[in-house]
Each structure stands twice: as structure tokens, then as C-alpha cells.
């Protein structure tokens, strides 16, 4: 679930972009970190993307900022904000997007709970008959 508020520390956040939801990592106002093209004009084009950081205005372009709320169970497997956000840094200028299996969500499930997951990717697919 998601909630639009103003995001904290090690939060994963999400903008809406049409199509699908732009996702990331907050650290600050300053500093968001997600997968988006070195320019951050063309987010979509996988042969620039790679892990950068960006203010949250840029990441947002003029869209609503929403934070997630975690489940129970999602709370016991989350990492710390610590861990998520020095995580996260830690990817800074890793390349290998890819919608299917590594996209902006994947980074962000991967940061927060150290497993590669995109809720988009796995609804279209069952929508498709996939897994």
C-alpha cells in the first residue's frame, strides 16, 4: 500500500508516471536514489540507466510523492533505514536495467528487502497468462 506524505529517511517512494509508477529511495531532499538514464530526461532508455541520485523534485517532475506503508509481514523482513539507504548507495552507477527483471521497483524491493521483486511486472504478466 502506498500513501502520499511527505517521505523520511531509507523510505521507499514512488511517483506516478502515467503509464507505471517511477520508484526509488529517499535519503533526503536532496537525495533520492533510483535507476534512471544519466540525465534523468529519458528514464526509460535501459542503455543510459543506471543507479543515481537525483533531488526529489527531479525525481518526482512535478508529480505526487507516495511512500509505502509495509505490512506485518513485510516490516519483520525490511532492513533498517540505515541499511537501506547505505545499501542503496552502494549501487550508485550499477547498470544492468532491464524492465522485465530490473527496473527502478526491482532496485527499490531490492534495497529494502534484499530481494529483487516489481508488483508491476508480476501484475502484467498474470494478466498476460504469465507466471
Known sequence: MWEVKKPEYGDQIRVNRGLYAHHGIYASDDCVIHFAAKDANNELDPSKAKIITTSLADFLKGGVCEVR?????????????QDIVNYAMSCLG??????????????????AFGEKTSDQVSNILKLFGGH
Open 94 to 111: 550499477r547498470g544492468g536495467y532491464n524492465l522485465v527483471t530490473n527496473n527502478c521497483e526491482h532496485f527499490s524491493n531490492e534495497c
Open 69 to 81: 506503508c509495509y505490512t506485518k509481514d513485510e516490516l519483520a523482513k525490511k532492513r533498517s533505514p
